[in-house]
Each structure stands twice: as C-alpha cells, then as structure tokens.
C-alpha cells in the first residue's frame, strides 16, 4: 500500500516492532519512545526520508535503521525487527531527545 506506515504495515501483518518490556512500555506509534527500531535490509529507496524525530533518536545508529513508526512505505520493503545494535546505545529517552530538540536549558 503507497505511503503506509512501517509500524502498522508490520503490526497488520502480524510482526512485532517492540522487545521486551517495550511490549508494554511504547508510546503507541506516535514518535515519542524510539522503541520501534527496524533495520532495513533491502528496499531504503522506497521509504520516506529520515523525520526530525528519526535523527535525534538514531543519531548514532546506522542509517539503516529506521523508527517505524515515523517511516512510510512506498514499496517493497525487506526490515529487519529489533536489531540488535538498536538498544544499549545512546539517549532513546524522551528527554534526551526533547533535550535535543528544544532550547531547555540553553543560554
């Protein structure tokens, strides 16, 4: 389907974005937790660019790695679901990234 969500073109299929505790503890697809993590193993060329959100929460993840949640599909589309590399790394926070993206605390 053109312009569909990764996240929920994944939950309608049955795959699960979410590890863990995640399962739980997810902002439910509004861009807010960075927990949806995929990695794109074939098809980058037809997914949407990176939003504002992507960069500060995967600053530092391979530009392979996508929030599904944030990403919509216009093609075919091969991911990979909760790579390994996705957590244990950096600022997912909330704070961290509103920190990031907001002037809280600068002078």
Known sequence: MEGANLRKAALDAGVNPYQGLNNLNNCGGVGQCGTCVMEVVEGMENLSPRSDVEEVY??????TFRLSCRTSVNGDVTVKTRPSD??????????GALKALLPIGRR
């Open 58 to 63: 995967l600053a530092d993840r391979p530009a």
């Open 86 to 95: 996705a957590v244990g790394k950096g600022s997912n926070s909330l704070v």
